[in-house]
């Protein structure tokens, strides 16, 4: 019992991380209808960042914090120009293969820059973490799973108490209606671009201590986000968060228990699971067509 606890808490905090990138993929996908295949890079680059910034340049951690996140809403303003407006009007296939181009550059232009070698980066606290009964309770995971509902509160307030809120969900719903009620579309989904960059370059920053800040390290989490999209329900927000933390406490038990080198295996049995038997996800509903 005392293991199971000790994953259960590792797994939550792992999942979180899965649940902040799947959230990026979900606010996208819901503004224009396409996967960002470029929101692992997006992690990536932001833990890249806070080392150049707060290890390399040498600030104040809180302040490297806030200037690789300035950096990540201006990288997220310029992948909407760049990547996606360009393409607004054509059908999702090019833009989706757009993502994935983007993705590709933006990883190997930051090997080009840096290296292939990793780095370390150090967490918010000097103490490592405390005991709380048999569980140890580890700082940079608390951390990563205070920030993450905090997170998820605030984006429920936002989303269900403010206007500007309420217009980026009219955008969501139906963009031309939106359109023609007022809403400026373009800059709505500019806003979500910005947002989704955010908040994965938060996940990326807040998982680069646990892991080494690598060139891979995007992909990897990427990969988790997007099964734990699909397995909550694509497009659904709830489903984003659950499926994310599911992977994690997944695939934390069965690295304990079955395998540690097929880790990142279970996530995606459990996914083809899911597409046999349940393909609309947790939180999805069955959609039926004509023939």
């Not at 005392?2 to 819901?30: K, M």
């Not at 490297?64 to 760049?82: E, H, K, P, S, Y």
């Not at 360009?86 to 933006?106: E, K, M, N, Q």
């Amino acid at each position: 019992m005392d293991l199971a606890l000790q994953l259960l808490f590792t797994g939550i905090g792992i999942g979180s991380v899965y649940a902040l990138v799947a959230l990026g993929f979900v606010l996208i996908f819901r503004a224009t209808n396409v996967v960002n295949f470029a929101q692992g890079e997006f992690s990536m680059l932001a833990a890249f960042l806070m080392v150049v910034f707060s290890v390399k340049v040498g600030l104040p951690y809180w302040l490297a914090f806030i200037v690789a996140l300035m950096g990540m809403a201006l990288l997220g303003a310029v992948f909407n120009l760049a990547v996606y407006y360009p393409l607004r009007h054509r059908t999702y296939l090019p833009v989706i293969i757009s993502t994935i181009g983007a993705s590709i550059f933006l990883a190997n232009t930051t090997l080009a820059i840096h290296g292939p070698e990793p780095e370390v980066l150090s967490g918010w606290f000097d103490t490592p973490g405390f005991l709380l009964g048999p569980v140890y309770l580890d700082s940079q995971y608390l951390l990563i799973i205070a920030v993450t509902a905090i997170l998820v509160a605030l984006q429920y307030w936002f989303f269900e108490h403010t206007l500007l809120g309420k217009k980026l969900q009219a955008t969501s719903q139906d963009k031309e209606m939106a359109s023609l009620l007022g809403i400026p579309v373009a800059t709505m989904i500019m806003v979500t671009f910005v947002y989704s960059a955010v908040i994965g370059g938060i996940a990326g920053i807040l998982v680069a201590p646990v892991l080494f800040v690598s060139i891979g390290m995007g992909a990897a989490i990427a990969l988790k986000a997007f099964a734990a999209t699909i397995i909550g329900g694509f497009g659904d927000v709830t489903g984003a968060i659950i499926g994310g933390l599911a992977l994690g406490v997944i695939e934390t038990f069965g690295a304990a228990y079955i395998s540690v080198p097929y880790k990142d295996g279970f996530a995606f049995l459990v996914l083809i699971a899911f597409l046999i038997f349940r393909p609309q996800g947790i939180f999805g509903e069955r959609v039926a067509e004509k023939a």
